[in-house]
């Protein structure tokens, strides 16, 4: 009875919380849970089938969302934490919306879930399998530096010897991860030499994780991605169960995945300007064959799936808006990629907090790439720098060698879609952190003049 009660509050903040014009994300979940601290406990053990977790520092929401979608076409009801809030309160609240006071049962549970968090969350729910993306340095004030994350991450793994991992072949840092743990392991990679922007952009992991000597890559997609060996302990890139090979022809795009199953093929058209969400979907492809989805359903499940706010949200007042979700180096230097690849005149708005939600420590800022933007600056009209650290973004982009004429600081976030409006430029993209991000795509869907906003698959 205390759960249903609890379940009942929690339905009634959320609704208060949206009326009052607040997302409602995570307000329920904290209610519940300090109203029944074994919740989120009890709601795993009502799923039927699977529990599948995705972590790791970038593209969690994308994945998770797409093999949501996935899930939703082999007709299973499913629980996913679709807008991203990846906390227990964030899962016990996408618990909650999922239900009705009638029924508390799914077949399926799709979480992500934050990688700092991991060991919170499986004290409570151990999943059947754990998709990894990737791991860069990210916040870290909260998760400190990558070896004390991966530790923390292992720890948290050691509690469900049943747990099936699902990693990406092409990050060094994951594979020494699972080379350390007894579970059983399934690998993917992409294994065409495509470019993906590394040239110049800094490597996180270049060192060994077994013996401390630099890694040697045969080629490099991003960050610390690619086909990499260590020439002095043999450490070297697993031979991938489920493969990925893109093929570009007149202008378009091919993703193929195959899996290890040889009668596993998944054929998808990708946009040829994006390269980072071919690991998103890879991975979702992948743990679609590993639940046990035929290739068609996999590839229904990726074709119906639609991106969730600010991951490369398109919109148009006056003239074409982009608005994407970055929060750290990484993710930043493959937003910076797609801006420079578009040769109109254009404004680029950057917005940077530092509220818990988005990490206190901005030091990353300089971690970033933002020399990217330098390269094509003669197609950059000017930016418009927003947000608790504005002047440190500023400071940054003089040191990239931006002329300060060039630079405009604001505050309010009328005045960033406004800026953008009135300018000279052909074109307008909004880059921004977690906490800056709703407040600003409300300003713009209210304002958009197209009948629906348009998204291409994003790095979050």
């Given at each position: 009875?205390?759960?249903?009660?609890?379940?009942?509050?929690?339905?009634?903040?959320?609704?208060?919380?949206?009326l009052?014009?607040?997302?409602?994300?995570?307000?329920?979940?904290?209610?519940?849970?300090?109203?029944c601290?074994?919740?989120?406990?009890?709601?795993?053990?009502?799923?039927?089938?699977?529990?599948?977790?995705?972590?790791?520092t970038?593209?969690?929401?994308?994945?998770?969302?797409?093999?949501?979608?996935?899930?939703?076409?082999?007709?299973h009801?499913?629980?996913?934490?679709?807008?991203?809030?990846n906390?227990?309160?964030?899962?016990?609240?996408?618990?909650?919306?999922?239900?009705?006071?009638?029924?508390?049962?799914?077949?399926?549970?799709?979480l992500?879930?934050?990688?700092?968090?991991?060991?919170?969350?499986?004290?409570?729910?151990?999943?059947?399998?754990?998709?990894?993306?990737?791991?860069?340095?990210?916040?870290?004030?909260?998760?400190?530096?990558?070896?004390?994350?991966?530790?923390?991450?292992?720890?948290?793994?050691?509690?469900?010897?049943?747990?099936?991992?699902?990693?990406?072949?092409?990050?060094?840092?994951?594979?020494?991860?699972g080379?350390?743990?007894?579970?059983?392991?399934y690998?993917y990679?992409?294994?065409?030499?495509?470019?993906?922007?590394?040239?110049?952009?800094?490597?996180?992991?270049?060192?060994?994780?077994?013996?401390?000597?630099?890694?040697?890559?045969?080629?490099?997609?991003?960050?610390?991605?690619?086909h990499?060996?260590?020439?002095?302990?043999?450490?070297?890139?697993?031979?991938?169960?489920?493969?990925?090979f893109?093929?570009?022809?007149?202008?378009?795009?091919?993703?193929i995945?195959?899996?290890?199953?040889?009668?596993?093929?998944?054929?998808?058209?990708?946009?040829?300007?994006?390269?980072?969400?071919?690991?998103?979907?890879?991975?979702?492809?992948?743990?679609?064959a590993?639940?046990?989805?035929?290739?068609?359903?996999?590839?229904?499940?990726?074709?119906?799936?639609?991106?969730?706010?600010?991951?490369?949200?398109k919109f148009?007042?006056?003239?074409?808006?982009?608005?994407?979700?970055?929060?750290?180096?990484?993710?930043?230097?493959?937003?910076?990629?797609?801006?420079?690849?578009?040769?109109?005149?254009?404004?680029?708005?950057?917005?940077?907090?530092?509220?818990?939600?988005?990490?206190?420590?901005?030091?990353?800022?300089?971690?970033?790439?933002f020399?990217?933007l330098?390269?094509?600056?003669?197609?950059?009209?000017?930016?418009?720098?927003?947000?608790?650290?504005?002047?440190?973004?500023?400071?940054?982009?003089?040191?990239?060698?931006?002329?300060?004429?060039?630079?405009?600081?604001?505050?309010?976030?009328?005045?960033?879609?406004?800026?953008?409006?009135?300018?000279?430029?052909?074109?307008?993209?909004?880059?921004?952190?977690?906490?800056?991000?709703?407040?600003?795509?409300?300003?713009?869907?209210?304002?958009?003049?197209?009948?629906?906003?348009?998204?291409?698959?994003?790095?979050s």
């Amino acid at each position: 009875m205390r759960r249903i009660l609890a379940v009942i509050a929690a339905k009634m903040t959320s609704a208060l919380a949206k009326l009052t014009g607040h997302q409602g994300t995570n307000i329920g979940g904290e209610l519940a849970l300090r109203l029944c601290p074994d919740i989120l406990t009890w709601f795993g053990s009502k799923v039927r089938d699977k529990i599948i977790f995705v972590t790791g520092t970038n593209g969690k929401t994308s994945t998770n969302n797409m093999i949501y979608s996935i899930i939703r076409q082999s007709g299973h009801s499913c629980v996913c934490n679709q807008l991203g809030a990846n906390m227990n309160s964030g899962l016990i609240s996408a618990f909650i919306n999922s239900s009705t006071l009638g029924s508390f049962e799914w077949d399926y549970a799709c979480l992500e879930v934050d990688e700092a968090s991991l060991p919170k969350v499986m004290a409570h729910i151990k999943p059947h399998i754990i998709v990894f993306t990737n791991i860069f340095v990210d916040q870290l004030d909260r998760h400190g530096e990558m070896d004390a994350l991966l530790d923390k991450i292992k720890t948290a793994i050691k509690t469900s010897e049943d747990t099936v991992l699902l990693i990406n072949a092409d990050d060094p840092a994951l594979v020494s991860l699972g080379d350390g743990l007894p579970h059983v392991k399934y690998y993917y990679g992409v294994e065409t030499e495509t470019d993906m922007g590394s040239k110049g952009l800094a490597v996180d992991t270049v060192f060994c994780k077994k013996c401390g000597n630099r890694l040697h890559y045969n080629y490099c997609y991003y960050g610390q991605l690619g086909h990499y060996t260590c020439q002095k302990c043999g450490f070297t890139r697993p031979v991938p169960d489920f493969r990925a090979f893109i093929e570009d022809k007149a202008g378009k795009r091919k993703l193929i995945v195959w899996g290890k199953d040889k009668d596993f093929i998944v054929e998808t058209d990708i946009n040829i300007s994006d390269t980072y969400s071919i690991y998103n979907t890879l991975a979702a492809a992948s743990c679609g064959a590993l639940a046990g989805n035929t290739p068609e359903t996999v590839l229904k499940g990726i074709e119906t799936y639609r991106p969730q706010v600010g991951r490369m949200e398109k919109f148009y007042i006056q003239k074409p808006i982009t608005l994407n979700l970055a929060k750290n180096p990484i993710g930043f230097n493959e937003s910076m990629k797609v801006v420079s690849r578009d040769s109109s005149l254009k404004t680029v708005a950057i917005g940077i907090n530092d509220l818990p939600q988005d990490g206190r420590d901005v030091s990353w800022l300089w971690d970033t790439n933002f020399e990217i933007l330098q390269e094509v600056d003669e197609s950059i009209y000017g930016y418009i720098l927003f947000g608790q650290r504005r002047y440190d973004v500023a400071l940054r982009l003089k040191y990239a060698g931006v002329e300060p004429e060039k630079l405009i600081i604001t505050e309010k976030p009328e005045d960033v879609v406004d800026g953008i409006v009135k300018s000279e430029s052909d074109a307008g993209y909004i880059l921004l952190n977690y906490s800056l991000l709703f407040d600003i795509q409300k300003i713009l869907k209210e304002r958009n003049e197209d009948n629906e906003t348009y998204h291409v698959p994003s790095v979050s």
